[in-house]
Nanobody, 115 residues
């Protein structure tokens, strides 16, 4: 059974930092492209960052220079280090795995940035 479990969300003041984690099971993690998405209240889900199986990364313009995505293939985990957080970063953050025939989502973790 494929499962993604996020953790690390919470309430933080603007300018602060949080580190999200996503633990994967039931997949060949080292060959899987992984992504973080977020959904703000009343808005569509948007791609925040992605990391390929080879470690190449990409970011939304709104988070470049502030967020860092990384992976640990031994721990089957992907991370999102979020620095210099802004109130507009508030939302539910979802981990996503790009499998050959489908994609899998975690349950999400809430990040709230207060001004």
């Amino acid at each position: 059974q494929v499962q993604l479990v996020e953790s690390g969300g919470g309430l933080v003041q603007a300018g602060g930092s949080l580190r999200l984690s996503c633990a994967a099971s039931g997949i060949i993690f080292r060959t899987t492209h992984m992504r973080w998405y977020r959904q703000a209240p009343g808005k569509q889900r948007e791609l925040v960052a992605g990391i390929s199986s080879g470690g190449s990364t990409n970011y939304a313009d709104s988070v470049k220079g502030r967020f860092t995505i990384s992976r640990n293939n031994v721990k089957n985990s992907v991370y999102l280090q979020m620095d210099s957080l802004k109130p507009e970063d508030t939302g539910v953050y979802y981990c996503n795995a790009q499998l050959p025939a489908r994609e899998v989502w975690g349950q999400g973790t809430l990040v709230t940035v207060s001004s």
